[in-house]
Nanobody, 127 residues
Framework: QVQLVESGGGSVQAGGSLRLSCAISGYPYAANCLGWFRQTPGKEREGIASIYTGDGSTSYADSVKGRFTISHVNAENSMYLQMDSLKPEDTAMYYC????????????????????WGQGTQVTVVS
């Protein structure tokens, strides 16, 4: 059984930082593409960052590039999202995700490219 659990969300002032964690268990692939997404009510989930765990290569959406950093610890199969210089527009429910089949990734992935999702962790940025 594949499970993903996010943590680390909360409320922060604009310009502040948060570090999100994603604990992954029951996943059969040692090298694969993983991603972080965010969603606000009435909108589709938006891919913001991805990482290929085989070589550590990362990709970011333009909206977060230079402010967010995705990372992965292979030994624990834990993924992280360091968020700096947060803006009110970053307010959303944040999700981590994994695909059904292992694959390479060199660009931010679409929501449809993933099959396993965490329950989400809320990030609220206030002015």
């Amino acid at each position: 059984q594949v499970q993903l659990v996010e943590s680390g969300g909360g409320s922060v002032q604009a310009g502040g930082s948060l570090r999100l964690s994603c604990a992954i268990s029951g996943y059969p692939y040692a090298a694969n593409c993983l991603g972080w997404f965010r969603q606000t009510p009435g909108k589709e989930r938006e891919g913001i960052a991805s990482i290929y765990t085989g070589d550590g290569s990362t990709s970011y959406a333009d909206s977060v590039k230079g402010r967010f950093t995705i990372s992965h610890v292979n030994a624990e199969n834990s993924m992280y999202l360091q968020m700096d210089s947060l803006k009110p527009e970053d307010t959303a429910m944040y999700y981590c995700a994994a695909p059904k089949y292992a694959r390479y990734c060199r660009q931010v992935q679409r929501s449809a490219d993933f099959d396993y999702w965490g329950q989400g962790t809320q990030v609220t940025v206030v002015s």
